[in-house]
């Protein structure tokens, strides 16, 4: 397809286990997003990847968080010792370029984790 | 900091009725304004943005939205709801300076009644 794809679709772990989840954004945008959407509230922004690189890490909410696009291409999310309050939507996002202002962002269904 | 405010939690119209979502956020300057649309098995989709310009908005699927910088507001309007309109619907900004990075409001679910 086009689109942002986001595997896996569902995601139910326990207390304390490794997550990985995966983002294939579309072909030929450079700019990778990742979001968290909680129950009830709109996404909000974890990490922007320019490349390879990491261009804005400011919303990884602490050190158990960790994403990686080794290729510029694909991106997996990365969440250790997973807590119940992980539990979200996580969101995948890409685009053209980064910060040009024409650029329009288009998202990933998501993966829904839940953690218990 | 910037912040975004949908009022609204949940809207009811009839199908064929005119539709209004607020929409009111705040920074310091002029931000990128931005509404997605969000349904069951569809992701968020890009309704419409504002970067500079003219201040009405036209965007997919007969939508419009209007900023008004001294209410700081950028309200989304359709003038007929379709039932296919369902969904939820979230207010965005950003800064000029890091486009990127969406402030999201908490989203209006929006309802169609036949």
């Known amino acids: 397809g086009a689109g942002v794809s986001q595997t896996p679709s569902n995601k139910v772990t326990e207390k304390g286990k490794y997550v990985e989840l995966r983002c294939d954004p579309i072909?030929?945008?450079?700019?990778l997003y990742w979001y968290r959407q909680s129950l009830g509230q709109g996404p909000e922004f974890l990490i922007y990847f320019q490349g390879t690189g990491a261009a804005d890490d400011s919303g990884l909410p602490n050190d158990r968080f960790f994403a990686v696009r080794p290729e510029g291409s694909v991106s997996t999310l990365k969440i250790q010792r997973t807590e119940r309050g992980d539990s979200a939507v996580y969101l995948c996002a890409s685009s053209l370029r980064g910060t040009s202002s024409g650029n329009t962002i288009y998202f990933g269904e998501g993966s829904w984790l839940t953690v218990v | 900091a910037q912040s975004v405010t949908q009022p609204d939690i949940h809207i009811t119209v009839s199908e064929g009725a005119s539709l209004e979502l607020r929409c009111n956020y705040s920074y310091g300057a002029t931000p990128y304004l931005f509404w997605y649309v969000q349904s069951p098995g569809q992701g968020l989709q890009l309704l419409l943005k504002?970067?500079?310009?003219?201040?009405l908005v036209q965007g997919i699927k007969g939508f419009e939205a209007e900023f008004k910088r001294s209410q700081s507001s950028f309200n989304l309007r359709k003038p007929s709801v379709h039932w296919s309109d369902a969904a939820e619907y979230f207010c965005?900004?950003?800064?000029?300076?890091?486009?990127?990075?969406?402030?999201f409001g908490s989203g209006t679910r929006l309802l169609v009644r036949p």
């Open positions: 072909s030929g945008h450079t700019a």
């Open positions: 965005a900004v950003s800064r000029m300076d890091s486009s990127y990075k969406l402030i």
């Open positions: 504002y970067f500079s310009g003219d201040t």
